[in-house]
């Protein structure tokens, strides 16, 4: 009876455990930490960080003002 309860006790809980959430488009990961290929980009609902790999983050180009000119 006891091997029961412990077999029914650790499947109940491994999925909990093993399941990882996806944030931003699902090409992120709800994570306390980032790993070294990743980068923190935005905060999980659960005030996580939201780690998405590098070549998936978008980069923000900025153009400068046009220069007046000195005429």
């Known amino acids: 009876m006891k091997r029961i309860l412990l077999v029914l006790t650790v499947s ?3 999925p909990q455990v093993t399941q990882a959430r996806h944030c931003w488009k699902k090409l992120g990961r709800c994570r306390t930490t ?7 980009y935005l905060l999980c609902s659960d005030e996580t960080k939201c780690c998405v790999n590098r070549k998936h983050v978008p980069v ?3 153009s ?3 220069t007046g000119s000195l005429e």
């Not at 980032?34 to 923190?40: A, G, L, Q």
């Open 34 to 40: 980032c790993k070294d290929s990743e980068v923190f």
């Open 12 to 14: 109940l809980l491994l």
């Open 60 to 62: 923000k180009t900025r």
């Open 64 to 66: 400068l003002p046009p």
